[in-house]
C-alpha cells in the first residue's frame, strides 16, 4: 500500500512542473470521466486518461510516468474537445511523454520509442510526415520488414501512398524548429 503523503512530499513539484510545461491546468480536473469516456484508445490503456490526471494532481510521479497510457495516447484530443474544465489532456500526455523520456524511462511497449524518434525525424527532413520513408525506416529498424506490406501496393494504386516526400513550404523553418529545440535541450541540462 502507498502512503500517499509520504509520495506527495518526494516528488513535491511534480504536478507544477507538468502544469508549466504543459500549459494546462490539471488541477482544474474534476474527475468528471469525459475525456476517459470519449478516448478511442482507453480500452488498451492501463489507466484511464482521467486516471493520469489524477496521479499527477497527487504528484504521483513514478506511476503518471511509468505505465502505457501516456505512450498510447495518439493525441486525437478527443479528451481536449469533451473537457468541460478545458483542460488539454492531450497536451498534458505530450509533457508527460517528454518528462519520462527526460527520466530515462523507457515505454513498456515494443518499438514505441523507435516510432516516435522515426516520426519526428520524418517531420524534422520533409516539414511533414514522409509515410513511406517512415514506414520503411520502421520496419527496418524494429526488424518488422515485412510488416504491412499488403497494403502498399492498394494504397499506391488508389494514390494514398507516395514513393517519395511532398515538398512543403517552409521545410527549412520546421528544421529550424528542430534545432532550436535540440539547442534549448543543450542548455537545460543535456537532455
Not at 494514398?160 to 520546421?174: F, H, R, S
Amino acid at each position: 500500500m502507498t502512503n500517499l503523503s509520504a509520495v506527495k512530499r518526494k516528488n513535491q513539484g511534480f504536478k507544477e512542473k507538468i502544469e508549466a510545461e504543459s500549459g494546462q491546468s490539471v488541477t482544474s480536473c474534476y474527475q468528471c470521466g469525459k475525456c476517459t469516456g470519449g478516448c478511442p484508445l482507453s480500452f488498451a490503456m492501463d489507466y484511464a486518461p482521467r486516471q493520469i490526471v489524477r496521479m499527477v494532481q497527487l504528484n504521483m510521479k513514478d506511476r503518471a510516468l511509468n505505465n502505457s497510457t501516456i505512450w498510447l495516447c495518439a493525441t486525437c484530443s478527443t479528451c481536449t474537445a469533451r473537457c468541460p474544465r478545458e483542460v488539454d489532456l492531450a497536451a498534458v500526455m505530450d509533457t508527460l511523454r517528454i518528462e519520462a523520456r527526460h527520466q530515462g524511462i523507457k515505454p513498456k511497449e515494443k518499438d514505441v520509442a523507435l516510432f516516435h524518434d522515426i516520426f519526428l525525424n520524418s517531420v524534422k527532413k520533409s516539414g511533414r510526415v514522409f509515410e513511406m520513408g517512415m514506414t520503411v525506416a520502421y520496419n527496418m529498424k524494429s526488424g518488422n520488414l515485412m510488416q504491412d506490406a499488403e497494403l502498399g501496393l492498394p494504397m499506391f494504386v488508389k494514390n494514398k501512398l507516395n514513393l517519395t516526400p511532398d515538398k512543403i513550404k517552409g521545410a527549412k523553418e520546421v528544421k529550424k524548429i528542430f534545432d532550436k529545440v535540440k539547442e534549448i535541450e543543450k542548455v537545460e541540462g543535456g537532455h
